[in-house]
C-alpha cells in the first residue's frame, strides 16, 4: 500500500499471525548443535493482496493471507526460510525469511531467557535478541523493529501446558516515524477473558523519542505523538482495528485486523535427507526422531547422547586447534541483532 498506516497495520497483522505456534501444544524442541542448519521454502497460493491494498474491509482469513501479501496471478510466492545455530553457550541461533520476488526480508536472532516463577515458566527475549527487522527493500528499505513479548506457561498444576503473552512489544518504524504498542493484559485464572491486548499506531519524533519508546506503555504515550489507528481483542483468537485519522473522510469503521481461529499454516517444503547436508537439522536429528515416533525412546535417548557427544569433540578439536567457531551462513557479527547472511553462504533450497 501507498499509505504509510495501512503498511504499519499489515506488519502488525503479520506479527499477530507468527504468534498462531503459541495456540497449541507446548512442546519442548531438540537441543540445537552449534552450526546446525535449517532450509525450508513455502509456495504460497495466493489469497488476498495484503501489502497492495491494506487491510481496509479485509478480514484475514489464513496464514497465507498475510505471507503472501502482494502475490501475483502467476502462481504462488515463494518464501524462503534459512537459519544456523550460530553460538551454543549461550543457544543463539540467526535467521532470515526471505520473499526476493517482493523484495521482504525479516532477520532477527533467537536467544531466550527462562525461569520459573512459582506455578509457571517465563520465557522472554534474551539479550541478543533485539526483535525482527522487517525490510521493505522496494520501498527505500523502510524497516520495522518488532520485539517479541513475554510468554507465561501456565498449567503445570493440571497437566495442560498453556501459553499467556503477557506484558508489552513494540513495532517502530522510522523512516515513516511510526510506532505501534502492543499490550497484552494478564488473564484470569477463572472465567472468560473478553480482550486481553489492545494497543495504539501513533507518530513520533525519531531523533528524540526512538529511545523512550521501549520505555513506554499505553498510557505513556504523550499528546505530542497523534494516534492514528487502535486495535484490541484476543491475539489468540481475533484483533480488530480502527483508523484514528479519518484518511477517507469518512467514519472510520472498526475492521478484523486478523482472526488467529481460522489461520491456516501452508507445508513447508524441505528438501529429501538424501539431498541434505551432515549439519541440517533433519540430518541431524533423523535417527533419533524416528525412534521417538517408533515409542523406543531408550534408543532415542542413546542416539540424542551420540549426536551430543559428536558436537563436544568437534568443539574439543577446534579448542586444540586454538581456532573459534565461524557461522557457515552468516557474518559472525550479531550483536546488533540484525544478523546478515554472507555473500557466499551455501544455501542449500
Same mark, same amino acid.
Given at each position: +500500500?501507498?499509505d504509510?498506516v ?8 503479520w506479527?499477530? +499471525? *507468527?504468534?498462531?505456534?503459541? !495456540?497449541g501444544?507446548?512442546?519442548?524442541p531438540?537441543n540445537? @548443535?552449534? &552450526? ?10 495466493r489469497?488476498?493482496?495484503i501489502?497492495s491494498? &491494506?487491510?481496509?474491509?479485509?478480514a484475514?482469513s489464513?496464514?497465507t493471507?498475510? +505471507?503472501?501479501a502482494n502475490a501475483?496471478n502467476n502462481?504462488?510466492l515463494? @518464501?524462503?526460510y534459512? !537459519?544456523?545455530?550460530v553460538s551454543?553457550h549461550p543457544p543463539v541461533?540467526a535467521?532470515? #525469511?526471505r520473499?526476493?520476488e517482493r523484495?521482504i526480508?525479516?532477520? &532477527? ?7 520459573f516463577?512459582?506455578l509457571?515458566?517465563t @520465557? ?5 535478541c533485539?526483535g525482527?527487522?522487517?525490510?521493505? $527493500?522496494k520501498?527505500d528499505?523502510?524497516? #520495522?523493529?518488532?520485539t517479541h513479548?513475554?510468554a507465561?506457561i501456565v498449567g503445570?498444576l493440571?497437566g +495442560?501446558?498453556?501459553?499467556q503473552?503477557?506484558?508489552t ?5 522510522? *523512516?515513516t516515524?511510526?510506532?505501534?504498542i502492543?499490550?497484552?493484559k ?5 472465567g472468560?477473558n473478553?480482550?486481553n ?5 501513533f507518530r #513520533?519524533?525519531?531523533e528524540t523519542q526512538?529511545?523512550?519508546?521501549? $520505555? ?6 504523550? *499528546?505530542?505523538?497523534p !494516534?492514528?489507528? $487502535?486495535?484490541s ?6 484483533v480488530?482495528?480502527q ?6 473522510g469518512?467514519a472510520?469503521?472498526?475492521?478484523t485486523?486478523?482472526?488467529m481461529s481460522?489461520?491456516?499454516v501452508?507445508?513447508?517444503i524441505v528438501?529429501?535427507l ?5 549439519m ?5 536429528w533423523?535417527?533419533?526422531a524416528?525412534k521417538m515416533l ?7 535417548t542413546?542416539?540424542?547422547r551420540?549426536?551430543e557427544d559428536?558436537?563436544?569433540?568437534? !568443539? ?5 586447534r ?6 557457515a551462513?552468516?557474518k559472525p557479527? #550479531?550483536?546488533?541483532g540484525r544478523?546478515?547472511l554472507l555473500?557466499?553462504?551455501?544455501i542449500?533450497?
Amino acid at each position: +500500500s501507498d499509505d504509510e498506516v495501512e503498511r504499519m497495520l499489515a506488519t502488525l497483522a503479520w506479527w499477530f +499471525s *507468527k504468534l498462531l505456534k503459541h !495456540t497449541g501444544k507446548v512442546l519442548k524442541p531438540f537441543n540445537s @548443535v552449534l &552450526g546446525e542448519q535449517f532450509f525450508c521454502h513455502w509456495e504460497v497460493p495466493r489469497e488476498g493482496d495484503i501489502i497492495s491494498n &491494506g487491510l481496509q474491509g479485509t478480514a484475514t482469513s489464513s496464514a497465507t493471507d498475510v +505471507s503472501a501479501a502482494n502475490a501475483t496471478n502467476n502462481g504462488a510466492l515463494r @518464501v524462503e526460510y534459512i !537459519t544456523e545455530q550460530v553460538s551454543h553457550h549461550p543457544p543463539v541461533s540467526a535467521h532470515i #525469511y526471505r520473499c526476493q520476488e517482493r523484495g521482504i526480508e525479516a532477520a &532477527g536472532i533467537d536467544h531466550i531467557s527462562a525461569k520459573f516463577t512459582g506455578l509457571s515458566a517465563t @520465557v522472554a527475549a534474551g539479550s541478543h535478541c533485539k526483535g525482527i527487522f522487517v525490510t521493505l $527493500t522496494k520501498r527505500d528499505n523502510e524497516t #520495522y523493529v518488532c520485539t517479541h513479548p513475554t510468554a507465561n506457561i501456565v498449567g503445570w498444576l493440571r497437566g +495442560s501446558l498453556k501459553v499467556q503473552c503477557v506484558e508489552t512489544s513494540y513495532i517502530v518504524c522510522a *523512516k515513516t516515524k511510526l510506532a505501534t504498542i502492543v499490550e497484552f493484559k494478564e488473564e484470569r485464572w477463572f472465567g472468560k477473558n473478553k480482550d486481553n491486548v489492545s494497543g495504539r499506531v501513533f507518530r #513520533y519524533d525519531p531523533e528524540t523519542q526512538a529511545e523512550l519508546i521501549p $520505555t513506554w506503555r499505553l498510557k505513556d504515550i504523550p *499528546k505530542s505523538c497523534p !494516534t492514528v489507528a $487502535t486495535f484490541s481483542g484476543n491475539w489468540d483468537k481475533l484483533v480488530s482495528a480502527q483508523r484514528e485519522d479519518n484518511p477517507s473522510g469518512s467514519a472510520n469503521a472498526t475492521r478484523t485486523l486478523i482472526d488467529m481461529s481460522s489461520l491456516q499454516v501452508v507445508d513447508k517444503i524441505v528438501k529429501p535427507l538424501e539431498e541434505q547436508g551432515e549439519m541440517e537439522s533433519r540430518r541431524v536429528w533423523d535417527p533419533v526422531a524416528s525412534k521417538m515416533l517408533q515409542g523406543k525412546f531408550s534408543d532415542a535417548t542413546k542416539l540424542k547422547r551420540i549426536v551430543e557427544d559428536a558436537q563436544r569433540e568437534r !568443539t574439543a578439536a577446534r579448542n586444540d586447534r586454538g581456532e573459534e567457531f565461524v557461522p557457515a551462513l552468516f557474518k559472525p557479527d #550479531y550483536s546488533n541483532g540484525r544478523p546478515e547472511l554472507l555473500e557466499t553462504a551455501p544455501i542449500n533450497l
